[in-house]
């Protein structure tokens, strides 16, 4: 996958790009960025990317010229593959089902938007807007990190264990379940038995079990979308007797 991210501060990905997974990613050539400073596309000398909004009012908006090349010109290298998103406060919600829809994608041309935001014209050229919540950054740029994060760690062959991606909070619709490992006694504060069993079945069902009451517990809202199946469904029984 290459990933264009479109920003007026280019130099805030350098770090948060080329560790951990994502540098890995990178190395096993599964996963390439580049950053396009929108600024290199600005029509004057002072690579003026803003202005007072028409009607009125705080604050500034990015213009659309700027843009407009910048966008032209990496979705260019992709032609049809590239699929464009603007990150914003008034976007869809993030989901993981967004994210891997995201992660089948050869292109994706990343816009951060800042200041008041984007001119409105600009739209006309995004395929998509998401925001990672209902709240308000500085700019887009956090919020662009958070989707290549997400996005990146679903290719097949960047996580080693590919299973374990399968068993992350979200994936199927449920929070993860409960995690340990050594000590087996810490402060008196023990590891489940089912754990140290070895009985891979119990630990399995103790496992999904235990993911579905985290879920219901902190959060209801996840449990009425997900997709539970008949032994689910006796499970969750089990746990709401013992609420």
Known sequence: MQVDVLTLFPEMFQGPLQISLLKKAQEKGLFSFNLVNIRDFAGDKHKTVDDTPYGGGPGMVMKVAPIVAAISKSSAKGGP?????????????????????????????????????????????VDEEISIGDYVLTGG?????????????????????????????????????PS?????????KNVPQVLLSGNHKEIARWRRKEALRRTLERRPDLLAKANLSAEDKKLLDEVSCHE
């Open 81 to 125: 593959n590239s699929k464009i998103i603007l990150m914003c406060p008034s976007g869809k919600p993030l989901t993981q089902e967004k994210v891997n829809a995201l992660a089948k994608e050869k292109h994706l041309v990343i816009l951060c938007g800042h200041y008041e935001g984007v001119d409105e014209r600009v739209r006309d050229l």
């Open 141 to 177: 740029e956090i919020p662009a990190m958070v989707l290549i994060d997400a996005v990146v760690r679903q290719i097949p062959g960047v996580v080693k264990e590919e299973e374990s991606v399968k068993k992350d909070s979200f994936y199927d619709g449920l929070l993860d379940y």
């Open 180 to 188: 340990y490992t050594k000590p087996e006694d810490f402060c008196g």
